[in-house]
Each structure stands twice: as C-alpha cells, then as structure tokens.
C-alpha cells in the first residue's frame, strides 16, 4: 500500500490507526488540490463536519421523537425536532421525516407507502437521466414493481410532456417520479403534477440533486404541485450523506411508517445534527447567493464549452449539470474522465441519451459547478476551467501524459488560490 502522511490534525485517529488516518489525510489533499466537477458532490462546513462526529454517535433511538423503544432520547428528540422544523421551514412543506438513511433507502421507502409489488411505477430512464430507484429493471425498484420509463426527446434532449401522458394513461401507474441524475433542464413539476392527476398516481419529486438550488431559489419548487418530495441532504444542499421525505400533511403517517419501521431501525442521530445545521446554514442570505452562482457558474461554463465545439444534451443547462456528449471528439466518456483525473479534474463518465455505446464505457461525460462554487470561483473563471477540460479531452484522445500533468500543476495552482470549506489549511 502506498505510504502517505500522517495529519497532525487528527491525533486520536493517528495514534489509534495510523493506517487509516494517512488515508484520511490523502484524501483531505486529494480534495484541496483538485477541481472538483462530479455535479452530486460538494464541501461540507466545518460545523456540518464537526455536527456528523459527535456522541450522538452513541445512540440508539428506534421510533420517533416522543415515541421512542429506547429511554435517554430527551437530547435526541429535541436535534430530530429541530431538523424536522428547519425542514419544514425552509422548503414550506407541511410535513418532514429527517432518517432515511441515503436517497436510494427514502424512494424505497415511498414504494413501500403507496404501492405494493407487481404494481406499475413510472419514472425517466436510467440512460436518459433518470435514476436506479426510479422504476429501472436491475434496481430492487424494477425487480419488484412493474417500471415503466419516459425519456427525452433525440433531437432536443427535453421532455415531451405529451408522450409522458400518453405513457400514463395508458400504464396507470400507482407512482410517477421526476427529477433524476443527468438533467441539465429545469423540472416542469406543473406539468408533472397535471398528468399524474388526470392517471390517479401519486407524484414524487426526487430533487436530489437540486435541493439546494431550490432551497437558494434558483430552481421552482416542487412543493406546490408533488404530493411528495424525497432528496439527499448532501449535493448542492451541502449537508452529511443522509436524506428526507417531505410531503403533504395526508401522507405523514404513511411516510413516517414507511421509513420505521417499514425499512429501517434506529436512525444514525449523528447524521440528524449535521441536517439540521446544514439546514440552518441554507436558510442564510449567503446560501440564497451560493445557490444562484453555481446556477451562473454552470451556464457561463457551458457557454465557454459550446464555443469549443463541445456537443451538450439539450444544448446547455438551466441548472448545475452539463451532460456532454464526446461522440464528436472522437474519444469515449471513460478515456476522457479517466484521462482528466490524471490531470486533476474529477468528472464521471455518464451515458447520454440514445447512447449506443454502454454504460460502463459510454459516450459522455457529466460535469457540474456546486463544489467550484463553494470554493469561491465564479463565472470569471469558467474560460480558465472549459479551456483545462479542452485540452484534457485532446490530450485524452492522443495519449498526451506530459500535457495532463501540466494542467493538474496549473489546477493546483487555481485550487490553492481559494481554499475550500471544511479542510484543513
């Protein structure tokens, strides 16, 4: 195994697993001195850090607040109800459950409250954008319910509404979702919303990856028109790794059951504190500003792209995604992503819609601005970081190694000039 420094900065972990604690300490650099795009990742707070480390760690709390199996919960229940509030307040929802344990467990957790296997669930195709959990045939989703999938448009990347309603009515399903994983566009949950009435599912707003975008209001929010909203604390909401179900008040209590002790047994409380802070620091003027800049950030970004003749799905973004599709460049998606770490620039390979390569080496990458964001860099700097990724993708295609290494000398340098929140100076 490689040997790496040990970080002063964590002496008990240090003394008690210098192993680990040297790996702890790479990846602390990996993460200060590479531009960050994976659109689903972000910096956490020093609070929200500090929040997911407490002995809150060492409690057992099966149930909800005031209604607990376990005694000692006078201190937990009042952080879950300071989540549950802040939640609540922060999105305008009527009500909140704050312990799913990630994205994937809290979608389970909505099939389990209004469905039951073999019925016919609806959401976006994984290739087109959507998610596993969304209905998709090797996800337990599809294994256990009927998917069926809408996608988008080949020759504008967008949602054909009247193909989606179609696809209702004729399928209808007890559960549609919207939202996914590689949507440069703005959800119409309007639109959503009046085919699922009109085929008698309920609607679900996955909005993962754009919670934080809604929070900052520099997306619309799903909350008028869905009749629930599940979503990861983490992403463009810079909370821990955990996530929530909000919804309408008429379907608390099969939310609340459905979570615990439906699927899950005690929540991790840990995680509890850190939403909540997380939660705080959205509610703050500055997040409404960080939320409107990776919006700006990520469409100067594609702008700069574009006029390098990179072809976007959808022709750019309305949010903090871009998908782009390498099939021009003649080099596929995982040659550039891996290609483009050595340079220090952190993408994912993705498909793109209609890819005809697979999804393990498929045609596009996917990139997005909310962790550059949280550095500090705006728009000024997009030509700088579209010009890195040009490069990168030539230097890809022609086997370039000494060009990768000077534009990761030069990122460093760009990193090192705005330090991000939550890691060590």
């Given at each position: 195994m490689?040997?790496?420094?040990?970080?002063?900065?964590?002496?008990?972990?240090?003394?008690a697993?210098?192993?680990?604690?040297?790996l702890?300490g790479?990846?602390?650099?990996?993460?200060?001195e590479?531009?960050r795009?994976?659109?689903?990742?972000n910096?956490?707070s020093?609070a929200?850090?500090?929040?997911s480390?407490?002995?809150?760690?060492?409690?057992?709390?099966?149930?909800y607040?005031?209604?607990?199996?376990?005694?000692?919960?006078?201190?937990?229940?009042?952080?879950?109800?300071?989540?549950?509030?802040r939640?609540?307040?922060?999105?305008?929802?009527?009500?909140?459950?704050?312990?799913?344990?990630?994205?994937?467990?809290?979608?389970?957790?909505?099939?389990?409250?209004f469905a039951?296997?073999?019925d016919?669930?609806?959401?976006m195709?994984?290739?087109?954008?959507?998610?596993?959990?969304?209905?998709?045939?090797?996800?337990a989703?599809?294994?256990?319910?009927?998917?069926?999938?809408?996608?988008?448009?080949q020759?504008?990347?967008?949602?054909?509404?009247?193909?989606?309603?179609?696809?209702?009515?004729?399928?209808?399903?007890?559960?549609i979702f919207?939202?996914?994983?590689?949507?440069?566009?703005?959800?119409?949950f309007?639109?959503f919303?009046?085919?699922?009435?009109?085929?008698g599912a309920v609607l679900?707003?996955?909005?993962?990856?754009i919670?934080?975008?809604?929070?900052g209001?520099?997306?619309?929010?799903?909350?008028?028109?869905a009749?629930?909203?599940?979503t990861t604390?983490?992403?463009?909401?810079?909370?821990?790794?955990?996530?929530?179900?909000?919804?309408?008040?008429?379907?608390?209590?099969?939310i609340?059951?459905?979570?615990f002790?439906g699927?899950?047994?005690g929540p991790?409380?840990q995680?509890?504190a850190?939403?909540?802070v997380?939660?705080h620091?959205a509610?703050q003027p500055?997040?409404?500003d960080y939320?409107?800049?990776?919006?700006a950030?990520?469409?100067?970004?594609?702008?700069e792209l574009?006029?390098?003749g990179?072809d976007?799905?959808s022709?750019?973004?309305d949010n903090?995604?871009?998908?782009?599709?390498?099939t021009?460049?003649d080099?596929?998606?995982?040659?550039?992503?891996?290609a483009?770490?050595?340079a220090g620039?952190?993408?994912?390979?993705?498909?793109v819609p209609?890819d005809p390569?697979?999804p393990?080496?498929?045609?596009?990458?996917?990139?997005?601005?909310?962790?550059?964001?949280?550095?500090?860099?705006g728009?000024?700097?997009?030509?700088?970081?579209?010009?890195?990724?040009?490069?990168?993708?030539?230097?890809?295609?022609?086997g370039?190694?000494?060009?990768?290494?000077?534009?990761?000398?030069?990122?460093?340098d760009?990193?090192?000039?705005?330090?991000a929140?939550?890691?060590?100076?």
């Amino acid at each position: 195994m490689t040997s790496f420094p040990l970080p002063a900065h964590h002496p008990a972990l240090v003394a008690a697993d210098p192993e680990l604690a040297a790996l702890v300490g790479a990846e602390e650099r990996l993460q200060s001195e590479t531009l960050r795009l994976i659109p689903s990742e972000n910096y956490v707070s020093q609070a929200v850090l500090e929040a997911s480390g407490t002995v809150l760690q060492n409690k057992y709390s099966e149930g909800y607040a005031g209604r607990r199996y376990y005694e000692g919960q006078q201190n937990i229940d009042q952080v879950e109800l300071l989540a549950i509030g802040r939640a609540k307040a922060l999105f305008g929802v009527d009500h909140a459950n704050v312990q799913p344990y990630s994205g994937s467990p809290a979608n389970l957790a909505v099939y389990l409250a209004f469905a039951e296997p073999g019925d016919t669930v609806m959401g976006m195709a994984l290739p087109m954008g959507g998610h596993l959990t969304h209905g998709w045939g090797v996800s337990a989703t599809g294994k256990w319910f009927r998917g069926v999938q809408y996608g988008v448009r080949q020759d504008t990347g967008f949602i054909d509404f009247d193909e989606v309603r179609d696809l209702a009515l004729k399928e209808r399903p007890k559960v549609i979702f919207c939202g996914g994983t590689a949507l440069p566009r703005t959800i119409d949950f309007a639109a959503f919303a009046e085919i699922a009435h009109e085929a008698g599912a309920v609607l679900v707003a996955d909005v993962a990856h754009i919670a934080g975008l809604i929070a900052g209001g520099a997306h619309p929010s799903p909350v008028p028109h869905a009749d629930v909203i599940s979503t990861t604390t983490h992403k463009t909401l810079r909370g821990p790794r955990g996530a929530m179900l909000m919804c309408r008040e008429e379907h608390a209590k099969a939310i609340d059951k459905a979570v615990f002790p439906g699927l899950q047994g005690g929540p991790h409380n840990q995680t509890t504190a850190a939403i909540a802070v997380a939660l705080h620091e959205a509610s703050q003027p500055s997040f409404r500003d960080y939320a409107h800049a990776v919006v700006a950030n990520a469409k100067a970004l594609a702008e700069e792209l574009l006029v390098r003749g990179f072809d976007l799905v959808s022709g750019g973004t309305d949010n903090h995604l871009i998908l782009m599709d390498l099939t021009s460049k003649d080099v596929p998606g995982k040659i550039v992503a891996k290609a483009l770490d050595r340079a220090g620039i952190v993408v994912n390979y993705n498909t793109v819609p209609y890819d005809p390569r697979k999804p393990f080496d498929p045609s596009g990458i996917r990139i997005g601005t909310p962790s550059l964001t949280s550095r500090g860099l705006g728009a000024q700097h997009m030509a700088a970081v579209a010009h890195w990724i040009d490069r990168g993708v030539t230097a890809a295609r022609t086997g370039d190694e000494d060009a990768l290494a000077t534009i990761r000398a030069e990122v460093a340098d760009l990193m090192a000039a705005h330090p991000a929140p939550g890691l060590p100076a």
